[in-house]
């Protein structure tokens, strides 16, 4: 891949999944308890929504926000027998093409040409592509890893750390960076500042989101911050996150720093990202 002299975003879709509806969204002032025995005994579920990393072109190198899931997690043994929620709260379709492996390589892209991968968070959606980055350096908040690197509390909250590269040690982001509108601090993932994370936790501890700074458009990519631009508006959280109070606050600021600063919110499972991307529709937060 050409070196390139301008910053970019581009979806890379790995897959779809249905889940239950109410782990797209529960009221946060209902109990982590009840919250999770909803979902537990919810019988429906929601249309297919989009399971998207993002590719980000940067000058010093291409950086990979997320890397989505892996194609064998659909095979037999990828998730652990003990632990039945990950079929009974979901329904995946992926093919081999998919795999974001077989994807970088499809746009001439080799792993040791990534300046980094960045993780919002470690649950098998984010990072089931791990096994196809081996060589390139991982980044997440060590929050987060602090969190998940136990793997039976790891496993239980959604992540398959059996399936992680063997010896799986990831880079820490560090707050060297400048507060960015109402987030106090910023973790920069480029030398020129262009292309930063920020720190939204709620939907697991040392969740993160990036910023990135092209020369026309601000974009924010949310990770799980929220599912989609109209649950972040209503300020609804998700149901399955660890702290919906949190939660709820991280979508706070995201709103307020796009009040600040136009924004174009892209998140992993919104099915009308593409649009937004496609028109740099900038999100207009509503007051509540």
Not at 1 to 10: H, L
Not at 24 to 36: G, T, W
Not at 116 to 139: C, I
Not at 148 to 161: D, R
Request: net charge negative.
């Amino acid at each position: 891949m050409a070196a390139t002299t301008q910053i970019d975003v581009q979806f890379i879709q790995t897959g779809r999944i249905k889940i239950r509806p109410s782990m797209l969204s529960q009221p946060a002032n209902r109990s982590i308890f009840l919250r999770r025995l909803r979902f537990l005994t919810d019988r429906s579920w929601t249309d297919w929504l989009p399971v998207y990393t993002f590719l980000i072109s940067h000058p010093e190198g291409p950086i990979l926000f997320d890397a989505g899931m892996s194609p064998r997690c659909t095979s037999p043994g990828y998730f652990p027998f003990w632990m039945p929620t990950f079929t009974l709260t979901s329904q995946i379709e992926i093919q081999p093409q998919e795999g974001i492996g077989a994807q970088l390589k499809e746009k001439g892209i080799e792993i040791k040409a990534l300046k980094a991968v960045v993780l919002s968070h470690l649950r098998h959606d984010h990072s089931g592509g791990l096994e196809d980055l081996v060589g390139a350096p991982v980044y997440l908040m060590e929050e987060h890893w602090e969190a998940f690197k136990h793997p039976l509390h790891a496993t239980m909250e959604g992540a398959v750390p059996s399936q992680w590269p063997k010896n799986f040690s990831p880079q820490f982001l560090q707050p060297t960076g400048p507060p960015i509108g109402p987030f106090e601090k910023s973790y920069p993932i480029t030398s020129d500042g262009k292309v930063v994370a920020v720190q939204t936790p709620g939907h697991v501890p040392g969740h993160l989101s990036v910023i990135v700074y092209g020369d026309e458009t601000t974009w924010f990519l949310t990770g799980d911050a929220t599912y989609s631009q109209e649950l972040l508006d209503r300020e609804e959280t998700d149901g399955v996150n660890d702290d919906p109070v949190q939660a709820v606050q991280s979508l706070r600021l995201i709103k307020e720093l796009a009040r600040q600063t136009p924004l174009v919110v892209l998140a992993a499972h919104d099915t009308d990202e593409l649009r937004r991307k496609e028109e740099g529709e900038v999100y207009k937060p509503s007051r509540l």
